[in-house]
């Protein structure tokens, strides 16, 4: 090239030592953690503008942060750690974040980005797009992209005919699954992996290439789910040969790709997988014929992943053919809830894997009949779930408490379409997005169903709670902290109280200022009526009326002439 022409011709023949540059810290963008309030950030987007607020919960309102018009073209997503807040443009997306404000941290290019997806860590940011072929006959065009997120440098790229992205999975975009790539081994980002014909394609971060080069080879399979913190990859092959090969779920450990654990499973129709958050379980949900084929009922495999050999239970439900509406695991912890039945009004049923006398068998803890819930939306923290009736029951929500199996409150947020808890599991937010015209906006509540505030925006399109880090505290530690709540709690208490008694104080201020404009209003008007005083009295005729007291009844009589007419009157003698 003829620039490196003129480069070499331009190197000095002294060599002089390189310039080093100061070290700039960069910006903690950790720093609203520290929030001395220990409050939570939220993102909402309604109209043209995005804005991200502090949940100021003790004072029932939010409190800005930053807000930007346009901000992003299509939507916005934290990344799952809460570091970064991602926008998406025609050119590409960006990251943002800071320690004050958002500014813009990185760009990462890729024309007509539709969908983004962060790897667990944050380490690592893929991007998707699709595009019309020339000839219509064709499959549209796919571009995968994934990106360094601190250096905003391509790691690799990924490009092919839609079909090739499309085996396995649902939802996406135009019959793709999303994400096409699924991370996997925990907050380590060190492997993702994608569903292909008869295989699946798992990758290691170090070099992004596939482990041993070769994908894990698996006839037929359908499905796969990563443990959300072991190197584990749970598949699905369903049946083949009219059932004379019966369908199989299997555990394979990578990156070694040996297997772990198999279940046959006969005459399955669908089948789906539920990880618990720390991979202790595994629940799988087997839509089964029954002997005539007509018709399905629904049973669960349970894995116990952690323990010797893997056991595996199945649990069937009182009535095997209710439907299944929902199920969801506690986090962190060892039950589960299910909502079944096919009445409108469904029941809701919660298990433990650990029953009180057989820690290895898992038992039912309770049914409630007939409930308007057709989502289950548990804490964080587990323990608490909300039992939320979206869509067709307009936002029914009941609040349970699942330790002692009682519900604490019952409510409605008419239309509601979202519920989200916040990454403490202190609150719930509930909103209204734009699919309805009316009702938009987000209300947020206690745990335990109080409405501590509300908020109405229009054309509101998405709230989304700023995601936590893990906690940096042991098990130990939490349960050491769980025992001797009331010692700390005492500190929080009183703060309360200095909360609640600086609003009782700015309610008495408020109540105090308006006595005073009043008086004020008072004062001036008796002035103004002291000045007029001798105006009053001479308009009087001297006479000092102002006192009630000080007056004097006369009687006057006044004849006033009412009337004149004139009558002739014929005069005889």
């Not at 003129?6 to 540059?21: C, G, L, Q, S």
């Not at 202790?280 to 992943?305: C, H, N, P, Q």
């Amino acid at each position: 090239m003829f620039d490196d022409f003129d480069k070499y011709m331009k190197v000095p023949d002294e060599w002089a030592p390189p310039e080093i540059k100061p070290y700039t810290p960069g910006e903690n963008l950790q720093k609203w953690l520290a929030d001395e309030k220990a409050r939570d950030q939220f993102v909402i987007r309604a109209g043209t503008d995005t804005e991200v607020l502090w949940n100021d919960a003790r004072q029932s309102k939010t409190e800005p942060v930053y807000k930007r018009t346009y901000w992003t073209e299509s939507f916005v997503q934290w990344s799952p750690m809460g570091t970064y807040l991602a926008t998406v443009h025609r050119q590409g997306a960006a990251v943002w974040g800071g320690a004050n404000t958002f500014n813009r941290l990185m760009r990462y290019a890729h024309p007509q980005v539709k969908l983004i997806d962060f790897s667990p860590g944050e380490k690592f940011l893929v991007t998707y797009s699709s595009h019309e072929p020339s000839n219509p006959r064709d499959a549209n065009r796919v571009v995968i992209n994934i990106f360094d997120v601190r250096t905003g440098k391509m790691m690799r790229d990924f490009k092919g005919s839609a079909d090739e992205f499309a085996v396995g999975g649902a939802g996406g975009v135009a019959g793709n699954s999303w994400p096409v790539f699924r991370w996997g081994g925990g907050k380590e980002d060190k492997y993702f992996a994608k569903l292909g014909k008869n295989m699946i394609s798992v990758y290691e971060t170090e070099t992004f290439s596939l482990i041993d080069k070769k994908s894990l080879k698996v006839e037929n399979v359908v499905d796969f789910s990563w443990s959300p913190t072991d190197p584990i990859i749970a598949l699905f092959v369903p049946e083949l040969g009219g059932g004379n090969q019966p369908a199989r779920v299997s555990l394979v450990q990578m990156p070694g790709k040996e297997e772990l654990r198999q279940k046959n499973l006969f005459s399955i129709s669908d089948c789906k997988m539920y990880w618990q958050s720390n991979g202790d379980y595994l629940a799988v949900k087997a839509d089964r014929y029954t002997k005539t084929k007509k018709s399905t009922y629904t049973g669960f495999e349970l894995f116990r992943i952690k323990e010797r050999d893997i056991p595996i239970e199945v649990l069937e439900l009182d009535n095997k053919n209710d439907k299944i509406i929902a199920f969801a695991w506690e986090p962190k912890g060892h039950r589960f809830a299910v909502i079944h039945g096919d009445n409108p009004r469904p029941d809701v049923s919660f298990y433990s894997m650990r029953s009180t006398h057989n820690l290895g068998r898992v038992a039912k803890l309770t049914t409630l009949k007939g409930k308007q819930a057709n989502a289950l939306f548990w804490s964080p923290g587990g323990r608490f779930i909300v039992l939320a009736g979206l869509k067709g029951f307009n936002g029914q929500l009941e609040f349970f408490n699942v330790d002692e199996l009682e519900t604490m409150a019952t409510a409605e947020h008419f239309m509601a379409t979202d519920v989200e808890w916040d990454p403490t599991g202190r609150y719930v937010a509930t909103s209204v997005t734009s699919v309805h015209e009316m009702e938009n906006g987000f209300n947020i509540w206690s745990f335990n169903g109080k409405l501590l505030y509300r908020i109405l925006k229009d054309h509101f399109f998405q709230f989304l709670w700023r995601p936590r880090p893990p906690s940096f505290l042991t098990p130990e530690k939490e349960e050491e902290i769980a025992r001797n709540l009331k010692k700390y709690s005492k500190k929080y208490e009183a703060e309360d109280q200095d909360v609640s008694m600086l609003l009782s104080e700015q309610d008495r201020e408020k109540r105090r200022m308006l006595k005073e404009e009043w008086e004020k209003w008072v004062s001036e008007w008796r002035r103004a009526q002291e000045e007029e005083k001798l105006e009053r009295q001479k308009l009087r005729d001297g006479e000092a009326s102002d006192e009630e007291e000080e007056y004097e009844a006369k009687e006057v009589e006044v004849e006033e002439v009412l009337d004149v007419s004139e009558e002739v009157l014929s005069f005889e003698e």
